[in-house]
Nanobody
C-alpha cells in the first residue's frame, strides 16, 4: 500500500491557476500508475489525469486536456497537477490515487490507495 498526501488546493478566481502536489510514501513514483481524481458536489468521483510509467506519456480526460498537466518529480517523489484556465466547473475535492488506468482515465477504482483530498474552489 502507498501513502498519498495531497496539498496545494485553495480558492482561485476563474481563469487562474493552481498546482497540486501529491507526496508518495511506500514506493517510488516511477514504479506506480498514479493519477488525479476529483469529486464535485453531488457528483461521482472521476479520474482526470493518469501518469503510468509503463505507458507512453500521461493521459487526460478531454475536458482537462490542454489545461491540466500531470508530472512526476522523482527527486521529491511527488506527482503534481498543474491546473490552468480554471473555471467554476472545476470546483471539487481533488485526490491523488493508485492505481489509475491510462486507457480509461475516467475510472476511479474502489481499491488501491487514496489520499485524503484537497479542496479546490474556483469563483466566477
Amino acid at each position: 500500500q502507498l501513502q498519498l498526501v495531497e496539498s496545494g488546493g485553495g480558492l482561485v478566481q476563474a481563469g487562474g491557476s493552481l498546482k497540486l502536489s501529491c507526496v508518495v510514501g511506500g514506493g517510488s513514483v516511477d514504479d506506480f500508475a498514479i493519477g488525479w481524481f476529483r469529486q464535485a458536489p453531488g457528483k461521482e468521483r472521476e479520474g482526470i489525469a493518469c501518469s503510468d510509467p509503463r505507458h507512453h506519456g500521461p493521459t487526460y480526460v478531454d475536458f482537462v486536456k490542454d489545461r491540466f498537466t500531470i508530472a512526476r518529480d522523482k527527486a521529491k517523489n511527488t506527482v503534481n497537477l498543474q491546473m490552468n484556465s480554471l473555471t467554476p466547473e472545476d470546483t471539487a475535492i481533488y485526490y491523488c490515487a493508485w492505481p489509475c488506468f491510462p486507457e480509461r482515465v475516467d475510472l476511479a477504482p474502489d481499491f488501491g490507495s487514496w489520499g485524503q483530498g484537497t479542496q479546490v474552489t474556483v469563483s466566477s
